[in-house]
């Protein structure tokens, strides 16, 4: 039963964002980034990436901290997974209809991981028959996933493996967890502090990655990262500073991982695993290898 | 017609070839194929060489394509004096310095120094780099014209170039598949504007441009992508103001008969897609 579950999460499907200051944070979503600011409810903004309703929610409640949406496969799944979680010491909440709608999903269970990273695991997140159609041609093509700080690796690996995630592949202790075909769709990142590293967005090529770095470099948006080129995954990167010290990020090619079963890979902490193209992240702690080189 | 059927090698002065030597082997990523006491023999591929430093003047500078054999040879020198161009005729001496059969020189209407070489000398062993740039080969010049309009009707007329593309006036002109082996670049005088070595993929493109930062060679352009051969590109000052490319992803020429050269404006996205802007390289010059 459990090993048939084990694909039941299906897809990292949101993220949801405290901001300080909505305007300034929505700004930068839609006329910078790309995004297609799509609704407003409840001193929340929704934003769409790609063919589902949305995937951003940029939220001016600062005691709700924000979330990452997680989609089950079904109602069932959702509560199989919710009693797993229950039984191995992580508390799960039934989500209450206003909380669902301004999740603009049917059902939901709220969960944090072994960090207190809240998690919303959904159940039938909206999609949207329009197509997306951005203020700003980025060449954004889907919400992709999302790197998470990590205080606490091994039980945040226990929360992770319930849902269904497996490890692809280890960069020191950064563990890149796999969900469907792609080599991942959660990257965990061990940290001083818990929270969302990144929200990274697939865009179509190379072309796209570099039109935007030399975008933001005109408008002088800081690039924390890039290009560059994760060694594990063969991702190409561009990770930019978002409102209220959160990273936005463009990504293109990851490495699609076939049926066919294989070994996590450990690569050594060092700078060139992270980006062998030569990148280093100056700003970023979780993002370097503090001395350098390994 | 001078049939040229590719570039072949540059030759270089250079004041300091010890500097040349550590620029062309830490730097751009060359094979040492020789080293003499006034000289230095560069290897990109398998050809024997592709660049040659000698000491000297640095204005010093000298493109070579190759032709078929030296009945062709004879008819291009020929055909270069009928035309009032002063013509040189290689010595055996020359030659081999060159590592070729035989060869002309002479100067381009501009007043670039040009040889045209028969059988460049290739190597059994394979190329092999000091440094992993990537290199798979010297491909193209950019290089220097007083009068662009002038200079194409020699290279097309007088020589066997098509224009693949044009960015205002400026002609991108190809002499075998190969999207463009020479372009024209509008400047004051005679010179090489740039060298181009092809890598193998965008990896080393943007690869060298981290290592080359961290070396401190000036990065004068890029990484970027030119929107008529497709390439992706990074420029990067050598030296004696000596300007080297690498590129990958150069567009070949389908179907010969029907190509038609396109018109791009003469503006930075026509040499960038990207948006990366030149920075101390400097653009042809619509009105110089």
Same mark, same amino acid.
């Given at each position: 039963?459990?090993?048939?579950?084990?694909?039941?999460?299906?897809?990292?499907?949101?993220?949801?964002?405290?901001?300080?200051? @909505?305007? %300034?944070? =929505?700004?930068?979503?839609?006329?910078?980034?790309?995004?297609?600011?799509?609704?407003?409810?409840?001193?929340?903004? =929704?934003?769409?990436?790609?063919?589902?309703?949305?995937?951003?929610?940029?939220?001016?409640?600062?005691?709700?901290?924000?979330?990452?949406?997680?989609?089950?496969?079904?109602?069932?799944?959702?509560?199989?997974?919710?009693?797993?979680?229950?039984? =191995?010491?992580?508390?799960?909440?039934?989500?209450?209809?206003?909380?669902?709608?301004?999740?603009?999903?049917?059902? =939901?269970? @709220?969960?944090?991981?072994?960090?207190?990273?809240?998690?919303?695991?959904?159940?039938?997140?909206?999609?949207?028959?329009?197509?997306?159609?951005?203020?700003?041609?980025?060449?954004?093509?889907?919400?992709?996933?999302?790197?998470?700080?990590?205080?606490?690796?091994?039980?945040?690996?226990?929360?992770? $493996?319930? @849902?269904?995630?497996?490890?692809?592949?280890?960069?020191?202790?950064?563990?890149?967890?796999?969900?469907?075909?792609?080599?991942?769709?959660?990257? @965990?990142?061990?940290?001083?502090?818990?929270?969302?590293?990144?929200?990274?967005?697939?865009?179509?090529?190379?072309?796209?990655?570099?039109?935007?770095?030399?975008?933001?470099?005109?408008?002088?948006? $800081?690039?924390?990262?890039?290009?560059?080129?994760?060694?594990?995954?063969?991702?190409?990167?561009?990770?930019?500073?978002?409102?209220?010290?959160?990273?936005?990020?463009?990504?293109?090619?990851?490495?699609?991982?076939?049926? $066919?079963?294989?070994?996590?890979?450990?690569?050594?902490? %060092?700078?060139?695993?992270?980006?062998?193209?030569?990148?280093?992240?100056?700003?970023?702690?979780?993002?370097?290898?503090?001395?350098?080189?390994? | 017609?001078?049939?040229?059927?590719?570039?072949?090698?540059?030759?270089?002065?250079?004041?300091?070839?010890?500097?040349?030597?550590?620029?062309?082997?830490?730097?751009?990523?060359?094979?040492?194929?020789?080293?003499?006491?006034?000289?230095?023999?560069?290897?990109?591929?398998?050809?024997?060489?592709?660049?040659?430093?000698?000491?000297?003047?640095?204005?010093?500078?000298?493109?070579?394509?190759?032709?078929?054999?030296?009945?062709?040879?004879?008819?291009?020198?020929?055909?270069? *004096?009928?035309?009032?161009?002063?013509?040189?005729?290689?010595?055996?001496?020359?030659? *081999?310095?060159?590592?070729?059969?035989?060869?002309?020189?002479?100067?381009?209407? #501009?007043?670039?120094?040009?040889?045209?070489?028969?059988?460049?000398?290739?190597?059994?062993?394979?190329?092999?780099?000091?440094?992993?740039?990537?290199? #798979?080969?010297?491909?193209?010049?950019?290089?220097?014209?007083?009068?662009?309009?002038?200079?194409?009707?020699?290279?097309?007329?007088?020589?066997?170039?098509?224009?693949?593309?044009?960015?205002?006036?400026?002609?991108?002109? +190809?002499?075998?598949? /190969?999207?463009?082996?020479?372009?024209?670049? +509008?400047?004051?005088?005679?010179? /090489?504007?740039? /060298?181009?070595?092809?890598?193998?993929?965008?990896?080393?493109?943007?690869?060298?441009?981290?290592?080359?930062?961290?070396?401190?060679?000036?990065?004068?352009?890029?990484?970027?992508?030119?929107?008529?051969?497709?390439? +992706?590109?990074?420029?990067?000052?050598?030296?004696?103001?000596?300007?080297?490319?690498?590129?990958?992803?150069?567009?070949?020429?389908?179907?010969?008969?029907?190509?038609?050269?396109?018109?791009?404006?003469?503006?930075? &996205? &026509?040499?960038?897609?990207?948006?990366?802007?030149?920075?101390?390289?400097?653009?042809?010059?619509?009105?110089?």
């Amino acid at each position: 039963m459990s090993s048939a579950l084990a694909s039941l999460a299906t897809s990292i499907c949101y993220v949801r964002l405290a901001v300080r200051d @909505l305007d %300034a944070g =929505a700004r930068f979503a839609s006329e910078i980034f790309g995004l297609q600011r799509v609704a407003q409810q409840d001193g929340d903004i =929704a934003f769409r990436s790609d063919s589902r309703f949305r995937t951003v929610s940029l939220v001016s409640d600062e005691a709700d901290g924000g979330s990452v949406g997680v989609e089950m496969w079904d109602e069932a799944a959702l509560e199989s997974i919710s009693q797993q979680l229950n039984e =191995a010491g992580f508390p799960v909440r039934r989500a209450s209809r206003s909380e669902c709608e301004r999740r603009y999903v049917e059902a =939901a269970s @709220l969960v944090r991981d072994g960090s207190g990273n809240s998690i919303d695991l959904v159940v039938r997140p909206r999609q949207s028959g329009r197509r997306y159609f951005p203020s700003r041609d980025a060449g954004i093509v889907q919400f992709h996933g999302v790197g998470l700080r990590t205080i606490d690796s091994a039980r945040d690996l226990v929360f992770w $493996k319930i @849902l269904g995630a497996r490890v692809s592949d280890w960069v020191g202790d950064i563990a890149y967890l796999q969900i469907d075909e792609q080599h991942h769709r959660v990257a @965990l990142y061990p940290a001083a502090r818990s929270g969302l590293l990144y929200s990274a967005f697939e865009v179509e090529g190379l072309d796209q990655i570099m039109q935007n770095s030399y975008f933001m470099q005109e408008r002088q948006i $800081k690039i924390l990262q890039g290009p560059g080129r994760e060694s594990a995954s063969h991702q190409i990167f561009l990770h930019l500073q978002g409102p209220d010290g959160s990273i936005f990020s463009y990504v293109n090619g990851m490495t699609v991982l076939g049926e $066919k079963p294989r070994r996590p890979r450990q690569f050594p902490f %060092a700078n060139e695993s992270l980006c062998n193209w030569g990148s280093v992240s100056a700003d970023v702690p979780e993002l370097r290898v503090a001395d350098g080189r390994a | 017609m001078i049939q040229l059927k590719d570039v072949s090698y540059v030759r270089l002065g250079s004041p300091d070839l010890e500097s040349a030597e550590t620029f062309a082997t830490g730097c751009l990523g060359l094979e040492i194929a020789e080293r003499g006491k006034k000289t230095l023999y560069l290897r990109s591929d398998d050809r024997a060489h592709t660049l040659c430093y000698s000491e000297g003047d640095p204005r010093h500078q000298t493109v070579g394509f190759e032709i078929e054999d030296e009945d062709d040879l004879q008819t291009a020198a020929a055909t270069l *004096e009928a035309l009032g161009h002063h013509v040189h005729a290689g010595t055996a001496e020359e030659a *081999e310095q060159r590592k070729v059969k035989a060869f002309i020189g002479f100067r381009d209407p #501009t007043g670039n120094h040009i040889e045209l070489v028969v059988r460049p000398e290739r190597r059994g062993r394979r190329y092999f780099a000091t440094r992993d740039a990537g290199i #798979t080969g010297f491909s193209h010049i950019g290089l220097n014209s007083t009068d662009p309009v002038r200079d194409e009707r020699f290279w097309t007329q007088v020589c066997n170039a098509r224009v693949s593309d044009r960015i205002g006036d400026i002609p991108l002109m +190809r002499v075998n598949a /190969i999207h463009h082996t020479i372009a024209l670049v +509008r400047a004051p005088t005679a010179g /090489i504007q740039h /060298i181009n070595h092809q890598v193998e993929s965008n990896d080393d493109v943007l690869r060298s441009y981290y290592v080359l930062n961290e070396k401190r060679v000036p990065i004068v352009f890029g990484p970027g992508r030119h929107p008529t051969s497709g390439a +992706r590109f990074l420029y990067f000052t050598g030296p004696d103001d000596m300007i080297f490319e690498y590129s990958v992803g150069v567009d070949e020429i389908e179907d010969e008969a029907t190509h038609r050269p396109r018109q791009f404006g003469f503006e930075p &996205s &026509s040499f960038c897609m990207w948006g990366a802007r030149p920075a101390g390289m400097a653009l042809p010059d619509k009105n110089a």
